[in-house]
């Protein structure tokens, strides 16, 4: 049984900084593509960062790059996403997943690409 727990969202002014964590368990972290995304009421779930099984590859949703990082520690099975400049349009729930089964050093943008996802946890951003 996988579980991801999600943690350290919050209430932040526009302009601030917060970073999220993302505690897995039940599957071999070192193996699996993470991602973390995002979404508001009323509206799918989006795509903000992926990051490869070993940490060397990631990539960002472009409204996101250069203010947010994805990082991983396998040692410690977390995932985290620092989240800098932060802006009102930020604001939503953010959801950390574990991407589906591969060999190589893939990251996902889809959906449905990812296997098991956390609760998620709330960003807001006040301006």
């Known amino acids: 049984q996988v579980q991801l727990v999600e943690s350290g969202g919050g209430l932040v002014q526009a302009g601030g900084s917060l970073r999220v964590s993302c505690a897995a368990s039940?599957?071999?972290?070192?193996?699996?593509?993470m991602g973390w995304f995002y979404q508001v009421p009323g509206k799918e779930r989006e795509f903000v960062a992926s990051i490869s099984r070993d940490g060397t590859s990631a990539d960002y949703v472009d409204s996101v790059k250069d203010r947010f990082t994805i990082s991983r520690d396998n040692a410690k099975n977390t995932v985290y996403l620092q989240m800098n400049s932060l802006q009102a349009e930020d604001t939503g729930v953010y959801y950390c997943?574990?991407?589906?089964?591969?060999?190589?050093?893939?990251?996902?943008?889809?959906?449905?690409?990812?296997?098991?996802w956390g609760q998620g946890i709330q960003v807001t951003v006040s301006s």
């Open positions: 997943a574990v991407g589906k089964a591969t060999y190589d050093f893939t990251i996902f943008y889809a959906s449905r690409d990812y296997e098991h």
């Open positions: 039940g599957r071999t972290f070192g193996e699996y593509a």
